[in-house]
């Protein structure tokens, strides 16, 4: 399972399949099943400047096929050529001076389960983007917790854990919206015992609980990343305090010929059991 994940200035995109570009350059940067796609900043070419390289590019072509049809090679098949070659240099550097933007896949003919999500609002995206960024730091630990941490199972659940986070918030996206218009339903001059009404009160109080569970079930997954996050980084600063320790006990003991006390740093085997189960509750 792969999970391709996309962030421009408008939307975030989440989909098992390879992000697209509707303007602008795109790169990727993958990270076991998690695949990063990341907007290039434009080029900052003006259109002058885009005119003046494709002619400099086209007067050699134009050259190299004058050449070719002197000794009796296609004129027109040499010049079709550069044109192509130009067209394309002029392609490149028209896109590259656009600000990228990804493409809103269209797999609607998909079913539900792989469809790309689409965050729009600045509510999810933040809590989304929050997610990320916690598991960055989440990988950053595994090469220092090897022996401790499966990198394979581990990096499995994080990646199922960021689209089960993208699927609830996208869930969460639509009921704002329904909420929002259920909101602005008035009501106060329509009989009490209006079915009409009826049915407007009951689809609010459903989409309040649908909001709740929702909101609750982020909340858990960006909890475990988090806490995972924040068991590993612990553990190594714990670490690294602890090796700085015994090599201050072993330096004190040289200088002053006093034996040096065995195993008198921090004990760290108690402290593997958080980060083991900090990774469990994120498999979850």
Known sequence: MELHVGVDSEKTVVSAYPLRSRSGRIRRTRVGTLVETSPCAPSGRTLEQR??????VALPLLFVSAVAAAFGFSWWLAAAGSAGLVGYVWRRQARAAQIAAFAVPRDEALPQA???RVLWTA???TAFDGALASSRRVRATWPAL???VDPVLADRSLTRALDELATVLGRRQELRRLRADLSGVEVADIPVDSPARAAVIEQAERADALWRETGA???RILASIETAARAGES?????QVAATARYAERTLARVTGTPAAAESG???ADRTEAVIAA???LAV
Do not use: K, N, T, W
């Open 51 to 56: 005119v003046v390289f494709a002619a400099r």
């Open 114 to 116: 792989e469809r790309a």
């Open 123 to 125: 509510a999810e995206r």
């Open 146 to 148: 090897a022996g401790m």
């Open 217 to 219: 079930a982020a909340d």
């Open 235 to 239: 553990f190594l600063r714990e670490r």
């Open 266 to 268: 921090p004990e760290l």
């Open 279 to 281: 990774y469990r509750d």
